[in-house]
């Protein structure tokens, strides 16, 4: 069973950072590129970054580029999100999701919230 | 960018057939491969595949829901509509970077 299990998330101050993590499980994880994707409180889903399977390739929203990495460590099936320099609008629930190549986004984890605030 | 456009709510009687919308800004197809996908998210969970590249049913999702369209304009069906589709859908292109998502279709209950 394909899961993705993300943590890392919280209450952190504005200018402040944060690292996500998403532990995969049941693919074979470096196969497979990754993305996060965020989804404001009562809003809709905005992608956030995304990262090929060997870390060839890594894209990033313009609303967070140069703030956020992502990257990944297939030994461990591991995708993180590095967040620095918060700002109040990054407050969202953070998904991990998993893509095949030209086929949307097949798998999701539960979301972790992350919540900047002072 | 690439704007994805949905209407914002759409109101549908359990039965009926329930036809969903997404207008993209520009053509999201490549030589005939339609990079347009579909999800379902209920409060409080994760979104879900529900059709990928237009037209193929995601795995596990029950044969009322169907999808169709090219270049720019898309829709998603669900006939006949049952009260577990009642949700947000949304629309995402992969076509180029950034990836982009409609704003969401809230079905309702008429």
């Known amino acids: 069973e394909v899961q993705l299990v993300e943590s890392g998330g919280g209450l952190v101050q504005?200018?402040?950072?944060?690292?996500?993590?998403c532990l995969a499980s049941g693919f074979t994880f470096s196969n497979y590129g990754m993305n996060w994707i965020r989804q404001a409180p009562g809003k809709g889903l905005e992608w956030v970054a995304s990262i090929s399977s060997s870390s060839s390739y890594?894209?990033?929203?313009?609303?967070?580029?140069?703030?956020?990495?992502?990257?990944?460590?297939?030994?461990?099936?591991?995708?993180?999100?590095q967040m620095t320099s918060l700002r109040s609008e990054d407050t969202a629930l953070y998904y991990c999701a998993r893509e095949r190549r030209g086929?949307?986004?097949?798998?999701?984890g539960q979301g972790v919230m992350v919540t900047v605030s002072s | 960018d690439i704007?994805?456009?949905q209407s914002p709510v759409l109101a549908v009687s359990l039965g009926?057939?329930?036809?969903?919308?997404?207008?993209?800004s520009q053509s999201v197809s490549i030589s005939s491969i339609n990079l347009m996908h579909w999800y379902q998210q209920k409060p409080?969970?994760?979104?879900?595949?529900?059709i990928y590249r237009a037209s193929n049913l995601a795995s596990g999702i029950p044969a009322r829901f169907s999808g169709s369209g090219s270049g720019t304009d898309f829709t998603l069906t669900i006939d006949p509509v049952q009260a577990d589709d009642i949700a947000a859908y949304y629309c995402q292109q992969s076509r180029e970077s950034p990836n982009t998502f409609g704003a969401g279709t809230k079905l309702e209950l008429k």
Do not use: E, H, M
Request: net charge positive; charged share 20%.
């Open chain 1, 103 to 108: 086929t949307g986004f097949d798998y999701w």
């Open chain 1, 58 to 81: 890594i894209y990033y929203a313009d609303t967070v580029k140069g703030r956020f990495t992502i990257s990944r460590d297939n030994a461990k099936n591991t995708l993180y999100l």
């Open chain 2, 16 to 24: 009926q057939r329930a036809t969903i919308s997404c207008r993209a």
């Open chain 2, 44 to 50: 409080g969970q994760q979104p879900k595949l529900l």
């Open chain 2, 3 to 5: 704007v994805l456009t």
């Open chain 1, 14 to 21: 504005p200018g402040r950072s944060l690292k996500l993590s």
